[in-house]
């Protein structure tokens, strides 16, 4: 009878708490779901305000919006796909290199275990050097793993804290292969890293999650030790789950922004026109944007604020061409004259590159007058008028 009690509390308790595996704990307390820290909804079911991805392998739930820092609303992008990066040395070394404190050492390739070998002969540690494919913008395997198959030729060897090291954007972060007071197995044994900032992936220092995209947004190197002590170490299969804008099965851990005015692109990472970065040199895409410096709200360069049609300030026009002088674009470190009379200035339009007529915001003004419209578009007109807009315009001379 105790039993058929217990079973039935049980059936109840699960029937009450229908949540779901990959947002919730695998708690219920008192009918309730209790959900990971990111996620929410009486099933535990969706991703806060500036999360997205509900994902099971996420220690969290879901994956904090990024967008560069510009924008709190994103959700999975539809047209990703999932793409591995990887070195699987079947012909030859994959441009992979060894390094003992920055000076090049013989890396060997064998074509019978398709593997890269280094023997160390020096008790300062030997890494194994990622080549190119491996490094430069690698925001679409953020949250993603990186994984190889290492061996080693002599027992009896611990890990380090550095045994895999990654670096970019002026920061470095390191990994051991296993956890302190462990022993490494000779045997081949695939190591599997999760590249992102939670403390389960055992990544030190500690970084915040914008700091970890920017190190991962430009990544410089990748390193994995391949010598502890004399011996040889041996380096198989190496993975790097990432993405690619493409057919095939989904990357749903690639977003997709929500971006505020003055930003624009997939992730926010570009100034909409009209804007312009505040810091583009030390933070690049993570800078602030702001209002183009020109006069009547004309658009800029949005790196270096320059204005793009004659409207710009008079600073910009003193230091590139002067009054009556415009910059060809086939040869922008030249000056020609304005094809205007009466010695007008002039810019290149940047949508057909054609050059035209600078006017004043004033005269434009003037121009919506009702009178002075029809003295200027009409056949004949008000003969007094048209001289007065010949008088603005500067086409004839009194």
Not at 29 to 52: L, P, T, W
Not at 183 to 188: E, F, G, I, K, T
Not at 247 to 270: D, I, L
Request: hydrophobic fraction near 30%.
């Amino acid at each position: 009878m105790e039993v058929s009690k217990l079973l039935y509390c049980i059936f109840l308790r699960i029937s009450q708490c229908d949540c779901d595996p990959a947002g919730s704990t695998g708690q219920c307390i008192s009918g309730r779901c209790v959900c990971k820290e990111a996620v929410a909804g009486d099933r535990c079911d969706r991703c806060k305000q500036g999360y997205y991805n509900l994902d099971s392998g996420n220690p969290e739930g879901c994956s904090q919006c990024f967008c560069y820092g510009h924008s709190t609303t994103c959700s999975s992008a539809e047209n990703y796909s999932i793409h591995k990066i990887t070195s699987f040395f079947q012909q030859d070394d994959e441009g992979w290199k060894a390094e003992a404190n920055g000076s090049p050492l013989r890396l060997q390739w064998s074509p019978r275990h398709k593997e890269v070998y280094v023997a160390a002969r020096r008790p300062e540690p030997i890494y194994f050097s990622a080549p190119a494919k491996f490094l430069g913008d690698q925001q679409l395997s953020y949250g993603q793993t990186l994984s190889f198959g290492y061996r080693m030729n002599r027992p009896g060897r611990r890990p380090s804290q550095y045994d895999v090291v990654l670096e970019g954007a002026g920061l470095r972060i390191a990994a051991p292969l296993m956890p302190h007071g462990r022993m490494l197995p000779c045997a081949s044994k695939t190591y599997t890293f999760r590249l992102d900032e939670q403390p389960n992936s055992n990544w030190n220092p500690r970084l915040t999650g914008m700091e970890f995209r920017r190190l991962i947004g430009n990544l410089t190197a990748l390193s994995i030790r391949a010598s502890y002590g004399d011996g040889t170490g041996y380096l198989s299969n190496v993975i790097l789950v990432s993405a690619r804008p493409a057919s095939g099965t989904r990357a749903p851990w690639v977003e997709r922004c929500t971006c505020p005015a003055g930003y624009e692109g997939q992730f926010c990472e570009r100034c909409a026109p009209g804007y312009k970065r505040e810091d583009p040199v030390r933070l690049g895409a993570f800078s602030k944007c702001v209002l183009c410096n020109c006069q009547g709200a004309g658009i800029c360069d949005p790196d270096t604020g320059e204005c793009y049609s004659g409207d710009e300030n008079r600073e910009h026009i003193s230091s590139a061409c002067p009054a009556g002088f415009y910059s060809p674009p086939r040869n922008p470190q030249s000056c020609q004259q304005c094809p205007c009379p009466s010695g007008h200035s002039c810019s290149v339009l940047p949508e057909t590159r054609e050059v035209a007529l600078v006017v004043s915001f004033v005269l434009m003004a003037i121009l919506e007058i009702p009178w002075v419209r029809m003295a200027h578009d009409g056949p004949a007109g008000d003969a007094s008028a048209a001289t007065v807009i010949q008088m603005l315009l500067g086409l004839a001379t009194v």
